[in-house]
T-cell receptor
Framework: DARVTQTPRDKVTEMGQEVTMRCQPI?????VFWYRQTMMQGLELLAY????????DSGMPKDRFSAEMPDATLATLKIQPSEPRDSAVYFC??????????????FGPGTRLTVL | GNSVTQMEGPVTLSEEAFLTINCTYT??????LFWYVQYPGEGLQLLLK?????DKGSNKGFEATYRKETTSFHLEKGSVQVSDSAVYFC??????????FGKGTKLTVNP
């Protein structure tokens, strides 16, 4: 049963520290999404990639957040420097795409980030 | 822009009760509609989907019908179980691949 994996599952850090979250998409899925979930805002799309190239990162604070796909099996989301308002659960999702369209997204278990 | 509104929770039911979670949407064109479920401590799982008007999505006893005339996609189950306790999210995809989610509805089923 193929699944999206994310590490770490939980991260507690202090304000100002760099945080790196990792995601391994399902093998064969060429589109990867990053979401953030908070009580106040719900689920928000931060960025997404197709074939490792960024397609849209308009939901991401540019000054401190960055997202990359070093290879097809790894996506990373970095926050530098982190702030308490970044505390949230960060989800990665992947999906197969045909003709530029992703039919269904499959979610990982999430990384719960707490910034003190 | 596109948006999804779903009923406020939490919803508490007894086992074998009938469940309805309301979801309405605003979108241009003809979006695809989804219900995702999130069990405690886990990520979201696709529960069911419908891609065009009058389609009915179904899975694990849950059903939802895409109603274009009322812009709705209400989730129903005839007899809930304790194991159905989770948070349910309605979502739409309006042709841009971006999922727009509702706020989520927490369901608790008591034995």
């Amino acid at each position: 049963d193929a699944r999206v994996t994310q590490t770490p599952r939980d991260k507690v850090t202090e304000m100002g520290q760099e945080v790196t979250m990792r995601c391994q998409p399902i093998l064969g899925h060429n589109t990867v999404f990053w979401y953030r979930q908070t009580m106040m805002q719900g689920l928000e799309l931060l960025a997404y990639f197709r074939n490792r190239a960024p397609l849209d990162d308009s939901g991401m604070p540019k000054d401190r957040f960055s997202a990359e796909m070093p290879d097809a099996t790894l996506a990373t989301l970095k926050i530098q420097p982190s702030e308490p308002r970044d505390s949230a659960v960060y989800f990665c999702a992947s999906g197969p795409s045909w003709e530029g369209y992703t039919d269904t997204q499959y979610f990982g278990p999430g990384t719960r980030l707490t910034v003190l | 822009g596109n948006s999804v509104t779903q009923m406020e929770g939490p919803v508490t039911l007894s086992e074998e009760a009938f469940l309805t979670i309301n979801c309405t949407y605003t979108a241009t064109g003809y979006p695809s509609l989804f219900w995702y479920v999130q069990y405690p401590g886990e990520g979201l799982q696709l529960l069911l989907k419908a891609t065009k008007a009058d389609d009915k999505g179904s899975n694990k006893g849950f059903e939802a019908t895409y109603r274009k005339e009322t812009t709705s996609f209400h989730l129903e189950k005839g007899s809930v179980q304790v194991s159905d306790s989770a948070v349910y999210f309605c979502a739409l995809e309006g042709g841009s691949e971006k999922l727009v989610f509702g706020k989520g509805t927490k369901l608790t089923v008591n034995p």
